[in-house]
């Protein structure tokens, strides 16, 4: 499996302020792709994270309130802008790799999160 | 308004017992299911997959089924231990998508010692 990192591991920031989360990976990786998880619930998919091109949005986000950067295969950025109280979640770096094993598709493995709180 | 706090499933077995965790889809399209652990203040682990093709798989203490027909998949953990405690996710791929996963609820299992 990849090991991710992810920095900060937590934060408390203010409302209005912007966070930077970092993803970096321990081999280089074709796909990446930011999660969020809000408390209590399950994930959604932000958006996927493209090397040398802007990210691809799912429906209900947007670059201006989610930039992302991959600047190369192995590192990906996060920013979370102009916070509120309801960006209050655990926010999630994942990366997918063919497994190679037999009857398996393209595995996706995830980091630790970040634990984001929004006052 | 809408109520706050945890809406997850829950599922309480005691230690040494079969745990069966499950999971129905809504895409026929889906090709591809994988099966996820995350324990508290931790990304989800991946544990198992298994592909559209198929209608069982097989890890260590672990098997996935699928039943396409009624789209239902299912988590059988043998001999369930209390570092098994954690919320279960199952996720979906779709045919049409090479690496989109769509997740699941998720369901709460929690091993009594």
């Known amino acids: 499996s990849a090991v991710i990192s992810q920095k900060p591991s937590r934060d408390i920031c203010q409302r209005g302020t912007s966070l930077t989360i970092q993803c970096q990976v321990d081999?280089?990786?074709?796909?990446m792709f930011w999660y969020r998880q809000q408390p209590g619930q399950s994930l959604t998919l932000i958006a996927t994270a493209n090397q040398g091109s802007e990210a691809t949005y799912e429906s209900g986000f947007v670059i201006d309130k989610f930039p992302i950067s991959r600047p190369n295969l192995t590192f990906s950025t996060l920013t979370v802008s102009n916070m509120s109280p309801e960006d209050s979640s655990i926010y999630l770096c994942?990366?997918?790799?063919?497994?190679?094993?037999?009857?398996?598709?393209?595995?996706?493995?995830f980091g630790p999160g970040t634990r984001l709180t929004v006052l | 308004g809408e109520s706050v706090g945890l809406h997850l499933p829950t599922l309480s077995v005691q230690e040494g017992d079969n745990s069966i965790i499950n999971c129905a889809y809504s895409?026929?399209?889906?090709?591809?299911f994988i099966w996820y652990k995350q324990e508290s203040g931790k990304g989800p682990q991946f544990i198992i997959d298994?592909?559209?093709?198929?209608d069982k798989r097989q890890g260590q203490r672990v098997t996935v089924l699928l039943n396409k027909t009624v789209k239902h998949l299912s988590l059988q953990i043998a001999a369930t231990q209390p570092g098994d405690s954690a919320v279960y996710f199952c996720a979906e791929k779709s045919g049409g998508s090479n690496y989109k996963l769509t997740f699941g609820k998720g369901t709460l299992l929690t091993v009594n010692p």
């Open positions: 895409n026929s399209a889906s090709d591809y």
């Open positions: 298994i592909r559209s093709n198929m």
């Open positions: 994942s990366v997918a790799r063919t497994s190679g094993r037999a009857g398996s598709s393209n595995e996706q493995f």
């Open positions: 081999s280089q990786v074709t796909m």
